[in-house]
């Protein structure tokens, strides 16, 4: 399995961003792919997941400003990030839960894609 994240950059606060991630190799029908996110001096965060099924989850922090999405035909999971905050600065990852639908801390996660940074600027 290989992910590929893309579309970090730098933004003002209020702006917006589109990560994407490229996911090749899953084998099994279900599965979870998901974005996390992790800032200097703290733990990685779940931001957003979405299940096989199509099934969304949100962090509270980015609920209503943030929407993860996926291409089937482009094997690809999106994250569309609006109304950016400074708080929103991280690294990104993009990751996948093989065999399962079920949001799990970060070490359950099988595997992971390349961060890509993001950096609100005030």
């Known amino acids: 399995v290989q992910l590929q994240a893309s579309g970090g950059g730098l933004v003002q606060t209020g702006g917006s961003l589109r990560l994407a991630c490229s996911v090749s190799g899953i084998s099994k029908d279900y599965y979870l792919l998901g974005w996390y996110r992790q800032a200097p001096g703290k733990e990685r965060e779940l931001v957003a997941a979405i299940t096989s099924g199509g099934n969304t989850f949100y962090a509270d922090s980015v609920k209503g400003r943030f929407t993860i999405s996926r291409d089937n035909a482009k094997n690809t999971v999106y994250l569309q990030m609006n109304s950016l905050k400074s708080e929103d600065t991280a690294v990104y990852y993009c990751?996948?839960?093989?065999?399962?639908?079920?949001?799990?801390?970060?070490?359950?996660?099988?595997?992971w894609g390349q961060g890509t940074q993001v950096t609100v600027s005030s």
């Open positions: 990751n996948t839960r093989v065999g399962s639908t079920v949001v799990a801390p970060p070490s359950q996660y099988d595997y």
